[in-house]
């Protein structure tokens, strides 16, 4: 059976070694503070676009099956406005 300080000598071990991967690799810590907000805003973006699209094409979709244009893209793109704007409000959050 494993210590707790164990675990904790492995764990520093880990960041050691990622901290070391890391400088290897070139990356300062402004570096890393930029590529994480920008990880930060494509991921954001991603989550915004991805329910409008889906639900834009979705309403399409209904709407040529039932013939009923354009009822079901409006409905649907409206739907995807607030989910996506739901999905940056939990990322946010």
């Given at each position: 059976?494993?210590?707790?300080?164990?675990n904790?000598?492995?764990?520093d071990v880990l960041d050691n070694r990622i901290h070391a991967l890391k400088t290897k690799h070139g990356l300062t810590e402004e570096q890393?503070?930029?590529a994480k907000s920008t990880n930060d805003g494509v991921k954001a973006g991603v989550?915004?676009?991805?329910?409008?699209?889906?639900?834009?094409?979705?309403?399409?979709?209904?709407d040529k099956w039932l013939d009923?244009?354009?009822?079901?893209?409006m409905i649907f793109f409206v739907l995807g406005?607030?989910?996506g704007f739901w999905n940056i409000y939990k990322?946010?959050?």
């Open positions: 059976m494993m210590s707790h300080d164990n904790d000598d492995e764990h890393q503070r930029q989550e915004l676009l991805t329910p409008i699209v889906v639900c834009f094409f979705a309403g399409m979709g209904l009923k244009s354009p009822l079901f893209l406005v607030i989910t990322l946010t959050k």
